[in-house]
């Protein structure tokens, strides 16, 4: 915790604290729900994940604003570790990247952030956005029965053979949801519009159409109303071994998400941020979540500039985002599972439309230079095939074109000694 916060703190940064920490925290809901449905695991999960991990990262984490939980960034990675491994082993892999986090903090390696190469973060960012909203075309057009691929093409391909199966209810509510979002904020600008568009979509749903739209209920059964019980991992030598590659990519993946979102934090507010201090923050979140359930975590950028556009002070936005989510699961849960299903889409669609970095994106393509094709690389390969290759070709690119250009420097100065 960043306790240089409460240096002449005053009940009107805790009154800007806990209304900015409520407005994070019904936020939170819906992209909790939504994040963990689009992984291939419960709903619950994302909840259990938004508690855990918003009110660990307040506490432990680098920085006075930075607002941990469920993650875009994930949901590739997520799917394809459940599809393979099944859900009680990402589970393991999670608690396994969370111990990695903390070594990574103490080998001081979030000081190689600032050496990152901004293209490839704008690619695969922008790769992350396509994953998230094309992932979500199959709840849009209410196609829940047809399979769900690793790979983007195969899964375009199954939504264009099977589009005999569209559900015009699950449109229709669906585009009432992103109507919701896009015309609330016009007239309301502090309102939950995310949580209102699923709110105002699911009820038209239930009252004009009822039975004809699947839910979280008729998917995935009740939603458990309290906190899972605490259970150590099955950790083994073998699934040691054998989950230790997806351990690595969760702990890379969640230490560069945490800390750009901590330098999209200092950025904004001018505010110092501890890049070791939030790797150990990150790696007991990610230590801790598992033991209740929960799916990886991460800093997350929408919720953090939520936070801090809305005034917040202190970690205590932080806490009260999750003690919010907390109380919300522990009085709400029994109506979450009338949720349309279509009405989370719009939801994830939006939010992935927002992370897509499309300004910065079109402005390095059309720049025409060797970031442009680093870019383009990173950006391709990160939602045709998946993100370990994306980031590894768009690094290893860049070090080519790095090599390349100190070699056109020495050549251009040895000619220039040769001429004088």
Same mark, same amino acid.
């Given at each position: 915790?960043?306790?240089?916060?409460?240096?002449?703190?005053?009940?009107?940064?805790f009154?800007?604290?806990l209304?900015?920490?409520i407005?994070?925290?019904?936020?939170?809901?819906?992209?909790?729900? +939504?994040?963990?449905?689009?992984?291939?695991?419960?709903?619950?999960?994302?909840?259990?994940?938004?508690?855990?991990?918003?009110?660990?990262?307040?506490?432990?984490?680098?920085?006075?604003?930075?607002?941990?939980?469920?993650?875009?960034?994930?949901?590739?990675?997520?799917?394809?570790?459940?599809?393979?491994?099944?859900?009680?082993?990402?589970?393991?892999?999670?608690?396994?990247?969370?111990?990695?986090?903390?070594i990574?903090a103490?080998?001081?390696?979030?000081?190689?952030?600032?050496?990152?190469?901004?293209?490839? !973060?704008?690619?695969?960012?922008?790769?992350?956005?396509? !994953?998230?909203?094309?992932?979500?075309?199959?709840?849009?057009?209410?196609?829940?029965?047809?399979?769900?691929?690793?790979?983007f093409?195969?899964?375009?391909q199954?939504?264009?053979?099977?589009?005999?199966?569209?559900?015009?209810?699950?449109?229709? &509510?669906?585009?009432?949801?992103?109507?919701?979002?896009?015309?609330?904020?016009?007239?309301?600008?502090?309102?939950?519009a995310?949580?209102?568009?699923?709110?105002?979509?699911?009820?038209?749903?239930?009252?004009?159409?009822?039975?004809?739209?699947?839910t979280?209920g008729?998917?995935?059964?009740? !939603?458990?109303?309290?906190?899972?019980?605490?259970?150590?991992?099955?950790?083994?030598?073998?699934?040691?071994?054998?989950?230790?590659?997806?351990?690595?990519?969760?702990?890379?993946?969640? +230490?560069?998400?945490?800390?750009?979102?901590?330098?999209?934090?200092?950025?904004?507010?001018n505010?110092?941020?501890?890049?070791?201090?939030?790797?150990?923050?990150?790696?007991?979140?990610?230590?801790?979540?598992?033991?209740? +359930?929960?799916?990886?975590?991460?800093?997350?950028?929408?919720?953090?500039?939520?936070?801090?556009?809305? +005034?917040?002070?202190?970690?205590?936005?932080?806490?009260?985002?999750?003690?919010?989510?907390?109380?919300?699961?522990?009085?709400?849960?029994?109506?979450a599972?009338?949720?349309?299903?279509?009405?989370?889409?719009?939801?994830?669609?939006?939010?992935?439309?927002?992370?897509?970095?499309?300004?910065?994106?079109i402005?390095?393509?059309?720049?025409?230079?060797?970031?442009?094709?680093?870019?383009?690389?990173?950006?391709?390969?990160t939602?045709? &095939?998946n993100?370990?290759?994306?980031?590894?070709?768009?690094?290893?690119?860049?070090?080519?074109i790095?090599?390349?250009?100190?070699?056109?420097?020495?050549?251009?100065?040895?000619?220039?000694?040769?001429?004088?």
């Amino acid at each position: 915790m960043d306790l240089k916060a409460f240096k002449g703190y005053s009940l009107q940064h805790f009154k800007r604290d806990l209304l900015s920490g409520i407005i994070v925290g019904i936020i939170a809901i819906p992209l909790g729900l +939504g994040f963990a449905i689009a992984s291939g695991t419960a709903p619950v999960t994302g909840i259990y994940t938004t508690i855990v991990a918003g009110l660990l990262i307040a506490l432990l984490g680098g920085g006075r604003f930075q607002i941990g939980g469920p993650t875009g960034a994930f949901v590739p990675v997520l799917m394809g570790i459940i599809s393979q491994f099944g859900y009680q082993n990402l589970l393991i892999a999670g608690f396994m990247a969370g111990i990695l986090l903390m070594i990574l903090a103490v080998c001081k390696v979030g000081s190689l952030i600032h050496f990152f190469p901004h293209s490839v !973060i704008t690619g695969f960012t922008a790769g992350i956005a396509v !994953i998230i909203f094309t992932g979500q075309i199959v709840n849009f057009l209410g196609m829940h029965d047809i399979q769900q691929y690793q790979y983007f093409h195969l899964n375009m391909q199954a939504i264009a053979i099977n589009l005999h199966l569209v559900n015009p209810y699950s449109i229709i &509510t669906a585009l009432i949801c992103l109507l919701t979002i896009l015309v609330i904020p016009r007239f309301f600008p502090n309102a939950p519009a995310y949580l209102l568009g699923m709110l105002v979509s699911s009820t038209i749903s239930a009252f004009f159409y009822n039975g004809r739209v699947e839910t979280i209920g008729s998917i995935y059964g009740n !939603i458990p109303s309290g906190f899972p019980e605490f259970q150590l991992p099955a950790l083994t030598l073998d699934k040691i071994i054998t989950l230790f590659p997806s351990a690595i990519l969760i702990a890379v993946l969640a +230490g560069l998400q945490s800390l750009l979102t901590s330098r999209v934090a200092a950025d904004m507010t001018n505010f110092s941020h501890n890049n070791q201090k939030e790797l150990i923050g990150q790696g007991v979140v990610n230590t801790v979540v598992p033991l209740f +359930g929960g799916i990886p975590a991460a800093g997350e950028v929408a919720r953090t500039v939520t936070n801090i556009r809305n +005034g917040a002070h202190s970690p205590v936005a932080g806490m009260t985002h999750a003690l919010v989510a907390l109380s919300m699961l522990l009085l709400l849960a029994p109506y979450a599972t009338h949720v349309a299903i279509a009405s989370l889409a719009p939801v994830l669609m939006v939010v992935a439309w927002n992370i897509s970095k499309r300004d910065q994106f079109i402005h390095v393509v059309k720049a025409r230079t060797g970031d442009s094709w680093i870019l383009l690389v990173t950006f391709v390969l990160t939602f045709s &095939t998946n993100l370990t290759l994306g980031i590894g070709a768009g690094l290893f690119l860049s070090f080519c074109i790095y090599l390349y250009k100190k070699r056109q420097e020495r050549r251009s100065s040895k000619t220039e000694e040769i001429r004088l």
